[in-house]
């Protein structure tokens, strides 16, 4: 019996974490507006309240000028679209590299860099990593 009723709570508990899966709908997150063109939405913060994970999205033609963050090695994700990156302090066409959706980049803290959607609608997705580091694999490609 007490085995039956120790299966029957295990079940239920699986059940219950599968239960728990949410999907997110992104539209209904508040998001502000940055770099006067992008539309930036947390997902995560940190325990001081900053944001830790972020949805970044910019319409056709949209720039985001050159800047340098403060905190953090960054992870960004392009999810959807192309993404037009360039490094340095000054916007130059000649020198962007054009990112396909599924691209993976790094972005030391304290780079400057720009990013652009010339192509069509972009959304992508930074990841703040404060204490956290990339396993070796990645910190050997950032060499």
Not at 35 to 41: E, F, G, I, P, R
Not at 53 to 71: M, R
Request: hydrophobic share 45%.
């Amino acid at each position: 019996m007490r085995l039956l009723l120790t299966s029957l709570l295990l079940a239920s508990l699986s059940m219950t974490a599968a239960a728990e899966t949410t999907l997110i709908a992104t539209e209904k997150l508040p998001s502000k507006e940055v770099y006067d063109v992008a539309q930036l939405t947390p997902l995560a913060v940190t325990s001081e309240g900053t944001p830790a994970v972020v949805l970044l999205d910019l319409d056709k033609g949209d720039v985001v000028p050159p800047h340098a963050a403060k905190s953090g090695l960054r992870l960004l994700t392009v999810l959807s679209g192309e993404l037009s990156w360039g490094d340095g302090s000054a916007i130059d066409v000649e020198k962007e590299t054009v990112y396909p959706a599924g691209s993976l980049l790094t972005i030391p803290s304290g780079v400057d860099h720009w990013l652009a959607a010339r192509s069509g609608a972009l959304r992508v997705q930074l990841v703040v990593l404060d204490d956290e580091k990339p396993v070796p694999a990645i910190l050997e490609q950032m060499k």
